[in-house]
Each structure stands twice: as C-alpha cells, then as structure tokens.
C-alpha cells in the first residue's frame, strides 16, 4: 500500500512476508551472533580472601555438596564430615538457591544464618 502523499511504501514490514524469507548470500542470523562474553565477577571482596571463618565456611559447604551428590542424607552427610546435622542442614538449605552452585555465596548466607 504507497501513501499517495508521500509516494512511500505504508505495508507493515513485519506482516510481510518477504521479510522472513532468506535471503541469498546473507549470513544467517543467530542469537549468538548477539551475546556479549561476560567479564567474570570475583565473589571475595578484597580482605576476605584472609578470613579464617570465612575459608572455612567455603570447604565446608564444597564438602557437603560433594558429598550430597552422592545421594546421602543430612544425617550421613554430618557423620562423614564430622559436622552437626543442623549446620549441614543449613549449607543444604542456602545451597538449594543457587543453581550454579557458588560455594562462596552459599558460605556467606550460611554465615549471616
């Protein structure tokens, strides 16, 4: 449809069906050809690195997610790393958040817990 004022083409372009055919030669559009890399972003803030509770904190929770990997049980888990059933509990608890598994994130909820 042309606007016989302006003389341009009025067609809703997206309705077109021109629009959605391939073209020849033209490079095929992907959702990667958009991403952009991500600039990792360190979880320790400078000083943390030397926190004894802290590191602590961060083997712990590397432990007990290896270890219920395995499949075992609260109880289990607290036996094998000779830790309390509530403090494993609680690992478990702020860990089920995080589907990357971040054990420093997770170690700090576990701290403010």
Known sequence: MI????????????????YYKEREGKKELKLE????????????VSG???????????????NVLSVCQQGKSVPEIALALSLKEEYVHT???CAQ???????????????MS
Do not use: C, H
Request: a negative charge.
């Open 3 to 18: 606007d016989k004022e302006t003389g341009l083409n009025m067609t809703d372009w997206e309705l077109s069906e021109d």
């Open 33 to 44: 050809d958009f991403m952009m890399g991500e600039d990792e972003i360190p979880s320790l």
């Open 48 to 62: 943390e690195e030397t926190d004894p509770l802290l590191a602590q904190t961060i083997s712990d929770v590397k």
């Open 91 to 93: 690992i478990l608890y």
């Open 97 to 111: 958040g995080f589907s990357e598994d971040d054990p420093i994130a997770v170690a700090r909820l576990v701290m």
